[in-house]
């Protein structure tokens, strides 16, 4: 499905930018998302695609430029306010953590207590009705194959904890998903799960922002492609509007960007 | 979307990858059993220890003796409880006993050179220690100083503060409130002589099982242990958790110099200097993991029975005092090395 | 992001300045500084500066240093057995041009390539308390004969029992594992002095006399004697005389002693001479105690060393000995027959803490 540009953008950056020093790594930098949809932001080093998106998460406050969520204005100082608004962000390095289990992960650092005295004056967690929430997230994008919700993440294979990471990202009231390099470090099988998965997610009415630098997989799940080159967008363009070795091209500077096709 | 893309995930495996292969060796199975459960090892130690110490002297196993060792580990099992919580955020607290026994002075020297009353010199007491150990937690956790060397310094600075309130003199039971020294009163139980201070301890112990198992904190010391940088993007706020422990710790080992003023009958300025080691081993013995995010309490307390049970077994079976020592150390290097082992369990 | 870690970075700088601003500052006034010129100056480097022992030594160095006329500087180690402290406290004194110094060695074998060096520089050395290794790397020792202080109570103790008719069953508490020279001659005088032949007189744990029921541990403090007292009476609760190797290991004895109901029927004793172990003399928690004499080790030796600057004389050896013996004396307030010794009234006008 290819977004219209006529909707409203669930989240729009315009003109951010952010310098370090005399070395300006975003300049005037532009983003649109539109809901229902997968944007892939493709860059080489250097692009200032990491700056670009870790203004969007809140890990850095630009130096000038405005973010819009929901045709709101938002002003992030810190990743927990942008997680609080609705932007939820995966990264590379999963911040799962390896020797608690998969429902306590699911729940980090948004634990449900039981309730009555027992939450409020003990503080106690209601472990079960974790538990089967968390199965539930995980059947509903359709990550079927944990067999033990009680297990430990460290036990689980690089694409089963990456699934648990994504489904945390989508299990709470999301409004919008960033995934930086979700399929870097798996094979070729566990990485078409996780493309899946992102479709699911997508499906399930979360648009998703994925940074990568697999070609053909940006190639598969995205329905729009933002191409960042020299701390500002190059244009986007969509996998049918142009092919990959075109999209290679325009992200080294070998040929000009075109006007955006989307 | 396609049905080709939806049976990718769909496909039912075989066998799921983590699995335990049916044809799995004794020892990788150990593995994994100790893996899920890390208490059984030095379960199993004490277990055959107490036995071993039985059969060589049917005294050991008496409800007296028992009591008797169980007094003994007492305050190292209490100030080894604010060493795990540190452990488990994979710092280390050096000043332990400076902490504690610092503490004990100073409510010592409220009730007697102050004549404050004993329950407002307890209380003072204990709040000095929570504050000692709040000092640890700040520097660790603003001015970013590694744990091992924030508590080296504390250890020094608070074990000389010690000398100077205390001027190295003792202060009597006698001459204390009797709260001060209530903690060594004994209770029979059944055969049993069970210490007030030993009975502090098992509810402390209690506490503090259910609230790293069942209370979102419990959840995030372990995670801030297990991968601070993790946590922190998890949106866990890693500062005020290890803040946190190294303030509850504090207050904990004063809990612990009170329950040695009743031990002693005195609030003595020169014990403790072995303290820090001696928790830290009994941390170490019931298998949480140095590195942080494994372990849990009950495994310290079974560590810290473990060294007295040595210390009185040994003795009743008429062994030197020099190979005391050895047999904790030889343990030492087998619960590090277990430890080791057990970390290595992949899918 | 990076002016965060810029400033985290700076932070630390700041911090670790202010440590060792601290540090210099602190080693700086690690000693009294000395003054003007005019008076000879003499030093005195203590194991620590906390322990009440060396407490009442620099009060005795104090007051003889007054007496006679000369300018004292005191040093101390950190913690017990730092050696690094008093090799560079005898550099300060090299330089102060001392003419000699008294000093309890925290490392009685790392210490003597410092005391070649002030020997070098004409310093007379005196060791208090505690010898060197070897023992004439210093000009003279002034101690207490660690072994007579054991005897003497373990003669007060055989006369006790002999006197009330008891067969005597020994629980020795001793320091550590160690084999350290004040343990050993404590523990094997006691013996002696009680009438058990010692074997080697140069270990302890050697002996084989039906007598003792066991050794054990203490540290020298009250937790490490509770727990070896308690260990001990869970193997022979039929103890009834204790040898402590000193009095705050024999006050945690007695608590244990005193949880098991023994606290009247078995008998202590001890070595010392503090004033809270004296208190305890008087108390019936000990039953005797060989008195030290730190003020006394730290008098005679200054006096020394004022009259090596005077006229260069070095101080002798008692008698038989080979070194100076500042004396152990008996407190206890049940005399026997045989055994000279003074009472706790005498004792805490004398004692030391």
Known sequence: MTATTTQTPVLQAKGLTKRYGRVTAIESGDLELYPGEILAVIGDNGAGKSSLIKALSGALVPDSGEIYLDGQRVHFRNPMEARDAGIETVYQTLAVSPGLDIADNLFLGREERKPGVLGSVFRMLDRGHMRSEAKRHMSELGIGTLQNIGQAVESLSGGQRQAVAVARSAAFGSKVVILDEPTAALGVKEGNRVLQLIRDVRDKGLPVILISHNMPHVFEVADRIHIQRLGRRATVITPKSHSMSEAVAIMTGAAEPPPPVA | MTSESSTAVKEPEPTPDFDVDKHESIGLRIQHVLHGNPVLGPLAVLVVAIIAFSIVNTR????????????????????????????????????????????????????????????????????????????????????????????????????????????????????????????????????????????????????????????????????????????????????????????????????????????????????????????????????????????SVIGTLIGALIVGVFRNGLQLGGVEVVWQGFAIGLLVLVAVSLDQWIRKVKT | MRDLVMSNNRRRLIAAGCAAALVFASAACGGDSGGSGGEQVVGLITKTDTNPFFVKMKEGAQQAAGQQGVKLQTFAGKVDGDNESQVSAIENLISAGAKGFLITPNDSKAIVPSIDKAHQAGMLVIALDTPTDPPDAVDATFATDNYQAGKLVGQWAKAKFTKDGKQAKIAMLDLNANQVSVDVKRDQGFLDGFGIPVGDANKIGDENSPMIVGHDVTNGNEDGGRTAMENLLQKDPSINLVYTINEPAAAGAYQALKSAGKDKTVTIVSIDGGCPGVDNVKAGVIGATSMQFPLKMASLGIEAIAKFAKDGTKPQATAGKDFVDTGAQLITDQPQSGVEAKDSTWGKQNCWG
Request: charged residues 10%; positive net charge.
């Open chain 2, 60 to 295: 050991f196993f008496s409800a007296p003796n028992l009591s008797l060792v169980l007094a003994q580990v007492t305050v190292i099992a209490v100030l080894g409880l604010g060493q795990t919580l540190i452990i488990l955020t994979a710092g280390i607290d050096l000043s332990v006993g400076a902490v504690a026994v610092f503490s004990s002075i100073l409510m010592a020297n409220f009730a007697t050179k102050l004549g404050v009353p004993g329950i407002l010199a307890l209380v003072l007491g204990l709040i000095c220690g929570t504050a000692m150990g709040a000092l640890n937690g700040f520097l660790v956790t603003r001015v970013k100083l590694p744990p091992f060397i924030v508590t080296l310094g504390t250890l020094t600075i608070f074990f000389s503060l010690n000398s100077v309130v205390s001027k190295s003199e003792t202060v009597r039971g006698s001459d204390m409130p009797s709260l001060m020294t209530w903690t060594g009163t004994t209770i029979p139980i059944g055969g049993f002589r069970l210490t007030y201070g030993s009975l502090i301890m098992l509810l402390l112990f209690a506490y503090f099982f259910y609230a790293l198992r069942s209370t979102a904190w419990g959840k995030h010391v372990y995670a801030t242990g297990d991968d601070v940088e993790s946590a922190r993007l998890a949106g866990i706020r890693t500062s005020r958790v290890l803040f946190s422990v190294y303030t509850v710790a504090g207050l904990l080992y004063a809990v612990g110099g009170w329950i040695l003023i009743g031990r002693l009958a005195s609030a003595s300025p020169n014990v403790g200097t072995d303290y820090n080691l001696d928790s830290i081993t009994a941390v170490v013995l019931g298998g949480t993991s140095l590195f942080g995010g494994r372990g």
